[in-house]
C-alpha cells in the first residue's frame, strides 16, 4: 500500500494498452552522475513500468558493481520500490544476487520529481540532504529520453533483434560522446561550482556564527544529531518538521497512553485530517463559484474529477471518525432528515463535524481529549494563516511599488493586473482560513476552558488585513498606527509556543544552510577527482590497445602491421584526448590547490 502521493508510475502501471505490442517502451539503469548507460541496463517494458521490469534491470546491473560499496540509487517512485526490493530478490536466481549486508545502499527521489511526493519523501529522499552526493540530481534517464525518443519512430515498426541492436548502437555512441566531452562538460560544471560553493560556505559560516553567539548550546546539539543522522539514517532526521499533533501523540507515547482506536489513524491524525479536508471543500467551492455561464466541458471534467476524489476522501475519513467520536452517526442522521432535497449533495458541501461543529449546531460532545487535539491544530491553523496573509501582505505591496515605477504600456499593466488579481485572491484565501479557525477556537474555548488565546489572537475584520505602511483608512502618516496583525505574538517569537516555532525553524534551517554549503563543498572536491579518474582512464586505454596490437598471433605481415598501426593510432586518440583534458582544466586546477576545508 502507498503512502506517499498517487504516483502515476504506480497506479498506471498495469493499464497500460499492450494489444498487438511485444514491448510498450524501453527501461534503463543510469549513471546519474554522469548520464551514461550502465552494463545490461537496458530491457523491454511489456506492459508499462512495472516492478519485476525494473527489479531485474538493478539487479543485473548490479552484477558489474560487485566491488562498489556504497551505492545511491535514484528512482521517480523509491519511496514505494525500494520497501519489497530486497523480498523480490530472493525470486531472481543466485548469480544475481548481491550481499546487501555488505553495502550500503542509499535510495533517492530524482530532484524534479521529489516535490510531487509528501513531505515526508521530500526530507528522507532528497539528493540535498545526503553526504557524499555533491549537486547531483538524479535525472540522468529524463535528459537522456530526450535524445533518444526521436528514434522511435524508427523502431517501432522493426523485429526484436533489429530494434535491440539499433538501440544498443545509440547508447553506445551516447556513450563515447559522453566520453569525448568530459573535457568541456567538467571543465563547465567546476567554473560554476567554485563561485556557488564560496557562496554557500560564506553564508552558512554566517549563519552558524550568528547562531553561536546566541545559542552555542542548541547549535552543538544540532551539529551531534545532524553527524548522527549521516552515520546512521535510522536515526531521527534533523530535516524533518515536526507538528504540535507529534509532539502530543510522542508525549501520551511517552506515558504509556495509546488512544487509537484504528491502526493507521491516531485521533490526532484524524483531526488533521478533517482540517485538511475542510480546506479542499473550499478551494473547490471557489473554483465552482468561479465558472462563467457558460464552463466548457473539460473545466467541468476537471471539477468533476476533483469532486469524485473529494468525495472518496470524505467517505474513507467519516468511516474512521466513527470510531472516536460515535455520536456524530446521530447528528448525521438527523442533519440529512432536516435537510431533504431532490438535488443531490456535492463534496464541497458536505458537513465534516469535526468537535466545534458539532458542539456549536447540537450541543454533542465528544471527548475531551479529541476537543484538545483539534485545538492545538486550529490555533496552529491561525498563525499559518497569520503569517501567509503577512506575507502576501507584502507582496502586494511591493507589486504595486514595481507597477508604479518600473512598467509602462497597456500589455504590461494588463499583466500586472492579472498577477494583482491572484494576489488578492490569495489574501482573501488567508483571511477567510484565519477567520474560519478563530470561529472554531471560539467554540472549543468554551469547552476546554481556555480564554486566553483571544489576546494574542483576536478577530480579524476587514478593516485589519492592510499592509504594515497603510494604517487604518483615512489615517495620515503622521497619526498612521501599525495594525495588529503585524504586532501579534507567537508568530516567531514571544510566547512559549512561538519560541518553540521559532527554534525549529531555526533548527531546520541551520541543517538545509549546512547541507547545501557541504553539498557544494562536495561537488568541488567531486569534479576535481574525476578530472584526475577521466585522465587516469585516458592513460589506462592507451596502454589497453598498445597491448591490443600484440594479442592477435597466426597472422601474415600485412594483418599484423594493419592490426598494430590500427591498435596505436586508437591509443594515440586516447592520449590526445587526455592531453585536451589537461590543457583545458590547468587554469582552473591550478588555482584550487585543494585544501582541506572545515566546514562547522
Known amino acids: 500500500?502507498?503512502?506517499?502521493?498517487?504516483?502515476?508510475?504506480?497506479?498506471?502501471?498495469?493499464?497500460?494498452?499492450?494489444?498487438?505490442?511485444a514491448a510498450t517502451g524501453a527501461g534503463t539503469v543510469d549513471?546519474?552522475?554522469?548520464?551514461?548507460?550502465?552494463?545490461?541496463?537496458?530491457?523491454?517494458?511489456?506492459?508499462?513500468?512495472?516492478?519485476?521490469?525494473?527489479?531485474?534491470?538493478?539487479?543485473?546491473?548490479?552484477?558489474?558493481?560487485?566491488?562498489?560499496?556504497?551505492?545511491?540509487?535514484?528512482?521517480?517512485?523509491?519511496?514505494?520500490?525500494?520497501?519489497?526490493?530486497?523480498?523480490?530478490m530472493a525470486t531472481y536466481p543466485c548469480q544475481m544476487h548481491v550481499e546487501c549486508g555488505t553495502k550500503d545502499f542509499v535510495f533517492l527521489v530524482p530532484k524534479f520529481h521529489l516535490p510531487a511526493h509528501v513531505a515526508f519523501c521530500q526530507v528522507m529522499y532528497s539528493h540535498n540532504l545526503i553526504k557524499g552526493m555533491g549537486r547531483t540530481d538524479g535525472e540522468a534517464p529524463e535528459h537522456w529520453w530526450a535524445n533518444i525518443n526521436p528514434v522511435a519512430t524508427s523502431t517501432r515498426e522493426m523485429g526484436p533483434s533489429s530494434r535491440r541492436d539499433t538501440l544498443d548502437d545509440h547508447f553506445g555512441d551516447f556513450n563515447w560522446k559522453k566520453g569525448t566531452n568530459f573535457h568541456i562538460s567538467l571543465f563547465q560544471k567546476l567554473v560554476a561550482a567554485v563561485p556557488q560553493h564560496d557562496q554557500h560556505l560564506t553564508n552558512f559560516n554566517d549563519f552558524n556564527e550568528t547562531l553561536v553567539a546566541e545559542r552555542p548550546e542548541e547549535v552543538t546539539r544540532w551539529k551531534l544529531a545532524i553527524e548522527g543522522w549521516e552515520a546512521d539514517r535510522f536515526q531521527p532526521n534533523p530535516f524533518e518538521v515536526t507538528t504540535t499533533s507529534e509532539f502530543v501523540s510522542y508525549e501520551d507515547l511517552e506515558h504509556g497512553l495509546n488512544y487509537s482506536l484504528h491502526t493507521e489513524v491516531s485521533p490526532s491524525v484524524l483531526i488533521s485530517s478533517g482540517i485538511e479536508i475542510e480546506?479542499?471543500?473550499?478551494?473547490?467551492?471557489?473554483?465552482?463559484?468561479?465558472?462563467?455561464?457558460?464552463?466548457?466541458?473539460?473545466?467541468?471534467?476537471?471539477?468533476?474529477e476533483r469532486s469524485n476524489a473529494l468525495q472518496c476522501k470524505i467517505e474513507q475519513w467519516c468511516k474512521v471518525q466513527v470510531l472516536y467520536m460515535p455520536t456524530v452517526i446521530q447528528v448525521r442522521v438527523f442533519d440529512t432528515a432536516s435537510t431533504i432535497s431532490s438535488r443531490e449533495e456535492k463534496p464541497h458541501e458536505v458537513k465534516m463535524w469535526l468537535p466545534s461543529q458539532l458542539k456549536g449546531a447540537?450541543?454533542?460532545?465528544?471527548?475531551?481529549?479529541?476537543?484538545?487535539?483539534?485545538?492545538?491544530?486550529?490555533?496552529?491553523?491561525e498563525f499559518d494563516a497569520l503569517n501567509d496573509l503577512?506575507?502576501?501582505l507584502r507582496l502586494r505591496s511591493h507589486s504595486y511599488k514595481f507597477k508604479d515605477n518600473q512598467l509602462h504600456g497597456q500589455r504590461?499593466?494588463?499583466?500586472?493586473?492579472?498577477?494583482?488579481?491572484?494576489?488578492?485572491?490569495?489574501?482573501?484565501?488567508?483571511?477567510?482560513?484565519?477567520?474560519?479557525?478563530?470561529?472554531?477556537?471560539?467554540?472549543?474555548?468554551?469547552?476546554?476552558?481556555?480564554h486566553s488565546w483571544g489576546n494574542d489572537l483576536p478577530k480579524l475584520e476587514a478593516e485589519h488585513v492592510h499592509g504594515m505602511s497603510d494604517?487604518?483608512?483615512?489615517?495620515?502618516?503622521?497619526n498612521r498606527t501599525l495594525l495588529w496583525i503585524w504586532k501579534a505574538h507567537g508568530v516567531t517569537t514571544g510566547d512559549s509556543k512561538g519560541e518553540t516555532g521559532c527554534y525549529i525553524a531555526l533548527h531546520v534551517e541551520w541543517c538545509k544552510s549546512r547541507a547545501h554549503a557541504y553539498r557544494w563543498m562536495e561537488e568541488v572536491e567531486l569534479l576535481q577527482e574525476e578530472m584526475h579518474q577521466v585522465c587516469a582512464f585516458f592513460n589506462w586505454h592507451a596502454a589497453w590497445w598498445k597491448n591490443q596490437a600484440s594479442q592477435r598471433i597466426g597472422l601474415d605481415v600485412a594483418e599484423s602491421e594493419g592490426i598494430g598501426a590500427y591498435a596505436k593510432r586508437q591509443a594515440a586518440i586516447q592520449i590526445m584526448m587526455r592531453d585536451n583534458c589537461l590543457k583545458k582544466w590547468h587554469p582552473i586546477t591550478a588555482s584550487l590547490p585543494r585544501p582541506e576545508v572545515v566546514v562547522p
Not at 362 to 377: A, D, G, H, P
Not at 471 to 478: F, L, R
Request: net charge neutral; aromatic share 8%; glycine share 6%.
Open 412 to 450: 504590461a499593466n494588463t499583466h500586472a493586473a492579472a498577477v494583482l488579481t491572484k494576489v488578492e485572491l490569495s489574501i482573501k484565501t488567508d483571511a477567510e482560513r484565519y477567520h474560519w479557525a478563530w470561529t472554531a477556537l471560539v467554540v472549543l474555548g468554551d469547552i476546554l476552558q481556555e
Open 390 to 392: 503577512r506575507r502576501h
Open 1 to 21: 500500500k502507498s503512502n506517499c502521493a498517487s504516483h502515476n508510475t504506480v497506479n498506471l502501471a498495469e493499464t497500460k494498452n499492450s494489444c498487438g505490442l
Open 362 to 381: 447540537s450541543n454533542k460532545f465528544c471527548e475531551e481529549r479529541v476537543c484538545r487535539y483539534e485545538w492545538e491544530l486550529r490555533q496552529a491553523q
Open 279 to 304: 480546506d479542499q471543500q473550499r478551494q473547490l467551492e471557489r473554483e465552482y463559484g468561479a465558472l462563467g455561464a457558460h464552463p466548457t466541458d473539460l473545466q467541468l471534467t476537471k471539477l468533476q
Open 471 to 478: 494604517g487604518h483608512t483615512g489615517q495620515s502618516e503622521g
Open 31 to 88: 549513471c546519474s552522475r554522469h548520464n551514461m548507460k550502465c552494463p545490461c541496463g537496458v530491457g523491454d517494458l511489456q506492459k508499462g513500468e512495472r516492478y519485476i521490469n525494473m527489479d531485474h534491470l538493478f539487479f543485473s546491473t548490479l552484477q558489474y558493481s560487485k566491488d562498489v560499496v556504497v551505492l545511491n540509487v535514484s528512482y521517480d517512485i523509491a519511496c514505494q520500490w525500494s520497501k519489497h526490493i530486497w523480498d523480490h
